[in-house]
């Protein structure tokens, strides 16, 4: 039976409910094409942050301007860069008042139209989270995918932004 306070059950939930509302404000971010709100789902300084191919940083500031680079190209005023990130399946782990580590399921989907071509793919996120200036933020944030199929969109397909 669980000892604590029913007031310390309610904390850890509020806890755990705060911060899955930080991990869908940055896929939010993401496939909204916000980099300052991007940018804040981070600590200050020292994020971990490893994409894979996409790149491993040590600092959220460097993932922000690739995040930058690759989200907002624009060809005659229109993204070519489409993004849908759907999470699921969170597991948080909190370790005390402020700080916890979570495991969360991605689908995501991704039409390039300068190469014409769709991505899907599904992979695990593996984060830890602080609470820094009265917020939770994630520290670590490591992606691994799983699989993906990516194939050519075809000529007839129409994409509307």
Do not use: N
């Amino acid at each position: 039976m669980d000892e604590r306070s029913v007031e310390q059950r309610v904390a850890d939930l509020e806890r755990v409910t705060a911060i899955k509302t930080l991990k869908y404000r940055y896929w939010r971010a993401c496939d909204g094409k916000d980099p300052d709100a991007f940018r804040a789902c981070f600590v200050a300084s020292g994020a971990s942050v490893d994409f894979g191919p996409l790149g491993r940083f040590d600092d959220a500031d460097r993932l922000t301007d690739v995040f930058r680079r690759i989200a907002l190209q624009e060809v005659d005023g229109e993204h070519v860069i489409l993004d849908m990130h759907h999470g699921f399946h969170p597991d948080i782990v909190l370790h005390g008042d402020t700080e916890a580590t979570g495991t969360w399921t991605l689908q995501f989907r991704q039409v390039d139209l300068l190469k014409r071509t769709e991505t899907v793919s599904a992979g695990e996120y593996d984060d830890a989270y602080r609470f820094e200036d009265g917020e939770w933020r994630m520290a670590r944030c490591h992606f691994t995918t799983r699989w993906s199929i990516t194939r050519p969109l075809t000529e007839d397909t129409v994409v509307v932004q």
